[in-house]
């Protein structure tokens, strides 16, 4: 039997800095942070982007994070074995697909919250803090209207996306 491994969560702020300086003048709301979420696991980092995406946490810097990186949380440890991790990512693939995804209730965030908590066990998950950015959001009219603006142009992006080339 192994013994149970370190489960952190690496919180990205996709904004750099700008939600926390600009949020409260445009959009009359504090947002922190623009966040994106990954789960990090034996050097691998788990994360919902047009699919369940794995890669090591190394390679996810070096392309995507290493200027975005806000902060890591612990979210404990886990007794989750690879076969197991693998088995859960297998079982819930089809709910995280890009077509699913949904800016405001169905991202990152949730997806790294179900996977730390159901997956491997963990007693904590994604912060209130990040899972809520979206609500505070949208409880303005400017933040409303911009996420309707965000989810249509997310959308058109997913579907060229899924376009096969000719």
């Keep these: 039997m192994s013994s149970p491994s370190s489960v952190t969560l690496a919180i990205y702020d996709l904004s750099s800095g700008l939600a926390a300086s600009l949020s409260l003048p445009l959009l009359g709301v504090s947002i922190p942070l623009v966040p994106h979420t990954g789960v990090l696991l034996n050097g691998e980092e788990f994360f919902f982007g047009g699919g369940i995406q794995r890669t090591s946490h190394r390679a996810f810097q070096a392309r995507f994070g290493g200027a975005v990186l806000k ?49 491997l066990g963990t007693a904590r998950g994604v912060p209130r803090e990040v899972l809520d950015v979206p609500r505070v959001l949208v409880g303005s ?25 000719p």
């Excluded at 933040?143 to 058109?156: A, D, I, K, P, S």
């Design 71 to 119: 902060y890591y949380v612990d979210l404990g440890r886990t007794a989750a074995t690879p076969a197991d991790v693998d088995a859960w990512l297998s079982a819930n693939a089809h709910r995280y697909t890009a077509a699913r995804y949904r800016l405001l209730e169905h991202n990152c965030n949730n997806f790294a919250d179900d996977f730390a908590r159901s997956c």
């Design 141 to 165: 009219l400017m933040g409303r209207q911009m996420t309707l603006w965000l989810e249509g142009f997310y959308v058109l992006l997913a579907a060229q996306a899924l376009v096969p080339p």
